[in-house]
């Protein structure tokens, strides 16, 4: 399912930018450039972490590995203009954890812009 959705918000995007590539007109040295890219890395963390809970089960830890954490990016080039779609593997991420690694990630890239780089 979640690969389902993650090919589908890609698809999305590129038919998105595709439909912005402006008249047919141009010349073709002139056509934008699409460049698609796909990244996937393991952050199952090695030591127990605190899981999300409420009431008594509050601050438990985890017990067992089921499935592995990954987190994963799909970079969409247009033309001069590049986006970043990343998914990871947990229930949410925090703004304020979100604005900490688009900084990061600005840091590394200081050509991308920032309103280009989602979670």
């Known amino acids: 399912m979640r690969k389902l959705l993650c090919l589908t918000l890609s698809l999305l995007m590129?038919?998105?930018l595709c439909a912005c590539g402006g008249s047919g007109a141009a010349k073709e040295e002139e056509?934008?450039?699409?460049q698609i890219g796909?990244?996937?890395?393991?952050?199952t963390p090695s030591y127990p972490v605190g899981m999300s809970s409420s009431g008594d089960e509050k601050n438990r830890r985890h017990t067992g590995l089921i499935s592995y954490v990954f987190a994963t990016c799909i970079a969409v080039k247009y033309s001069e203009e590049t986006y970043l779609l990343y998914t990871v593997?947990?229930?949410?991420?925090?703004?304020?954890?979100?604005?900490?690694l688009r900084v990061e990630i600005l840091n590394?890239?200081?050509?991308l812009k920032l309103e280009n780089i989602f979670f």
Do not use: A, H, M, R
């Open 14 to 16: 590129i038919l998105s």
């Open 31 to 34: 056509k934008p450039q699409l």
């Open 38 to 43: 796909y990244g996937k890395v393991n952050i």
């Open 89 to 100: 593997d947990t229930i949410s991420i925090d703004d304020t954890f979100g604005d900490l």
């Open 108 to 111: 590394e890239f200081p050509d």
